[in-house]
Antibody, heavy 118, light 107 residues
Framework: EVQLVESGGGLVQPGRSLRLSCAASGFTFDNYAMHWVRQAPGKGLEWVSG????????GYAGSVKGRFTISRDNAKNSLYLQMSSLTTEDTAFYYC???????????WGRGTLVTVSS | EIVLTQSPATLSLSPGERATLSCRAS??????LAWYQQKPGQAPRLLVYDASNRATGIPARFSGSGSGTDFTLTISSLEPEDFAFYYCQQRSNWPITFGPGTKVDIK
């Protein structure tokens, strides 16, 4: 069974940094691209960042480019999102998502809440 | 960036009725469009990929169609569990983008 478990969310002050992690299991992690998608409370879905199976391809939404860094450790079956210079606009649930064999997000974690507030 | 527009914003229907949701792209995305369902407090669930292919385990009452810039998700006969938010998403170009969503609620 595919499982994606996010961690690392919490309350952080504006301007500070936070690192999110996603632990993956139930599939061959290093075969697939992985992504982060966020959702502000009561709002829609926003793609944040994605990384190819071997980290050779990475991409970011314009709203986070230059502030967020995605990475993965295939030996640990883990995905990461390093977030810096956080603003209140970054407050959201952050989901880890697997871009599966059908090239769509067919598995999602339950999300971790990041709240940026002073 | 490809902008996706969904209509209507809210669709109020009764169980058993047919739901037709629209997604329009600001430029062609070929057939690289997916649809997701999301219920409150839950992660999204993939319904349809590549415009018209149902994901594993998705009931046959859900169907997708379209290509280029205009896409439709149809729910042939609404079940009580289908009242939720629906999002379209394109993967033709990065950044990947989602539409703003359509809420299907009970009339």
């Amino acid at each position: 069974e595919v499982q994606l478990v996010e961690s690392g969310g919490g309350l952080v002050q504006p301007g500070r940094s936070l690192r999110l992690s996603c632990a993956a299991s139930g599939f061959t992690f290093d075969n697939y691209a992985m992504h982060w998608v966020r959702q502000a409370p009561g709002k829609g879905l926003e793609w944040v960042s994605g990384i190819g199976w071997n980290s050779g391809t990475v991409g970011y939404a314009g709203s986070v480019k230059g502030r967020f860094t995605i990475s993965r450790d295939n030996a640990k079956n883990s995905l990461y999102l390093q977030m810096s210079s956080l603003t209140t606009e970054d407050t959201a649930f952050y989901y880890c998502a697997l871009l599966g064999a059908v090239a769509a997000f067919d598995y999602w974690g339950r999300g971790t809440l990041v709240t940026v507030s002073s | 960036e490809i902008v996706l527009t969904q209509s209507p914003a809210t669709l109020s229907l009764s169980p058993g009725e047919r739901a037709t949701l629209s997604c329009r792209a600001s430029q062609s995305v070929s057939n690289y469009l997916a649809w997701y369902q999301q219920k409150p407090g839950q992660a999204p669930r993939l319904l349809v990929y590549d415009a018209s292919n149902r994901a594993t385990g998705i009931p046959a009452r859900f169907s997708g169609s379209g290509s280029g810039t205009d896409f439709t998700l149809t729910i042939s006969s609404l079940e009580p569990e289908d009242f939720a938010f629906y999002y379209c998403q394109q993967r033709s170009n990065w950044p990947i983008t989602f539409g703003p969503g359509t809420k299907v609620d009970i009339k």
